[in-house]
C-alpha cells in the first residue's frame, strides 16, 4: 500500500510567500527506506534541504552540530533513540534557538498523543498521514520558528541597546564599570595585572562651542570609532561621561599599559576630524592606574587614580599620557 496520499489538484502551485519556505533545512529522523524517500522528495518539492538520519542516534548527532536544523520530522519508532526520546533530549538541552519538532507515527491512541506532546513535540501526525496535511503543518512550524527569530532578534536589539551608548557604540557607563569589575575579579582570581585608562578629549568644550553641538558629537563618534580600532581585541572600551572613556586593559602591566594608551592617544589625535566646515584638530589626554595583583575590592581606588593621572596630564599640558604613581 501507497501510505501518503498526493495533495489535491491545485494546490502545487507556489505563491511569492511560499518561495520564502525554500531550501530551509529539516531533519527527517526516519528508518523505513520508503518514508525516507518520499520525504526526502516531497520536502525537496517543497522548497526545503530534506537532511535524512536513517537512525535515532545519527538524528541526535545531527541534532546536537552547530548547524542542526531547526525545523524536525522525527519517526516514533526508531532504532537508537526514538522519537519520543528525542523530543526529551532536545528540550532538555534547552538549546537557541529553538527546535520545532513534527512527531511521525503509526500509533493513533490518545494517550500516545499526549505522551508525545509532553515529551516536548510541537506536532503530531500518525502514519499514513495525508502530503498536503503534512505540508501546511510544515508551514505552520516555519511560521513559528519566524515569530521565535524575530523575537530572538529583538531581544538582542534591546540588549545592545541596554548596554551601549547610541552616540559612539561603545559601552555605556553602567555596563564599562560592570566589566571593569568583573575583570578585576577575574584578574585577581588569575593573578593577572590589570590596568585602566582614562582619556579626556582636551578643550572639548571649545568645539561645541564654536563649531556646534552636532560637530562636538561627529568628533566623539569619529574619536571612538579610532579609539576601538587602536585597541587590543581583549580590551574593552566605554564612555564614562561626556567626553570621557573608559579602557580595561585586563592581563596588561604598567609598561604595556602605558604604550597602549600612547597609541590610543596618537591613534585619536593623529588626524584632523572632517565634521565641521574646516578640518578640526582634537586631541586627548590618558590617565592609567594600573595593579600587578589586583584585588576585587581596588575598583574605585582604579578609577580615583586613573582620574587623578588624567588631572596631571591635563596639568603637564595636554594630549598626553600620565600614569599613577603606586605606593605598593
Ligand atoms: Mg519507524
Known amino acids: 500500500m501507497f501510505p501518503i496520499q498526493d495533495p489535491p489538484a491545485g494546490t502545487a502551485d507556489r505563491g511569492a510567500g511560499e518561495q520564502a519556505e525554500r531550501r530551509m533545512p529539516v531533519l527527517i529522523a526516519e528508518d523505513n527506506p520508503v518514508f525516507q524517500s518520499m520525504l526526502r522528495s516531497m520536502l525537496a518539492k517543497w522548497g526545503y534541504a530534506p537532511l535524512v538520519a ?27 533513540a526514538n522519537g519520543v526520546e528525542l523530543c526529551r533530549r532536545v528540550r532538555a538541552a534547552r538549546r537557541e534557538p529553538y527546535v520545532y519538532i513534527l512527531l511521525l507515527t503509526a500509533r493513533k491512541d490518545s494517550q500516545d498523543l499526549v505522551e508525545g506532546m509532553e515529551a516536548g513535540a510541537d506536532d503530531y501526525l500518525t502514519k ?83 563649531h556646534g553641538h552636532l560637530a562636538g558629537d561627529g568628533v566623539l563618534r569619529e574619536a571612538s570609532r579610532r579609539m576601538k ?34 597609541r590610543l592617544r596618537a591613534a585619536v589625535s593623529a588626524d584632523p576630524f572632517l565634521v565641521a566646515a574646516e578640518p578640526l584638530r582634537v586631541t586627548c589626554s590618558i590617565g592609567v592606574s594600573w595593579r600587578v595583583n589586583p584585588t576585587a575590592a581596588q575598583v574605585d581606588d582604579l578609577i580615583r ?22 605606593q605598593d
Open 128 to 210: 499514513p498521514f495525508n502530503t498536503h496535511e503534512l505540508r501546511v503543518r510544515l508551514r505552520a512550524g516555519r511560521r513559528i520558528l519566524d515569530l521565535q527569530e524575530e523575537l530572538l532578534r529583538t531581544r538582542e536589539a534591546l540588549r545592545v541597546q541596554a548596554t551601549h551608548d547610541d552616540l559612539t557604540g561603545l559601552l555605556n557607563r553602567v555596563t564599562i564599570l560592570e566589566l571593569l569589575q568583573n575583570e578585576t575579579e577575574r584578574c585577581a582570581r588569575e593573578r593577572k595585572p590589570l590596568a585602566l585608562l582614562m582619556a579626556d578629549f582636551d578643550r572639548f568644550k571649545l568645539v561645541n562651542d564654536t
Open 229 to 262: 580600532a587602536a585597541l587590543r581585541r581583549y580590551d574593552v572600551s566605554g564612555r564614562y561621561g561626556g567626553e570621557e572613556f573608559l579602557v580595561v586593559l585586563p592581563g596588561c602591566d604598567c609598561r604595556t599599559a602605558r604604550t597602549q594608551a600612547e
Open 305 to 326: 587614580e586613573a582620574d587623578l593621572a588624567l588631572y596631571m596630564a591635563k596639568d603637564h599640558g595636554r594630549d598626553r599620557v600620565e600614569t599613577y604613581d603606586q
Open 54 to 80: 536513517r537512525d535515532g542516534n545519527e538524528a541526535w548527532r545531527i541534532l546536537q552540530s552547530a548547524e542542526a536544523p531547526r525545523l524536525a520530522i522525527l519517526d516514533w519508532m526508531m532504532p537508537g
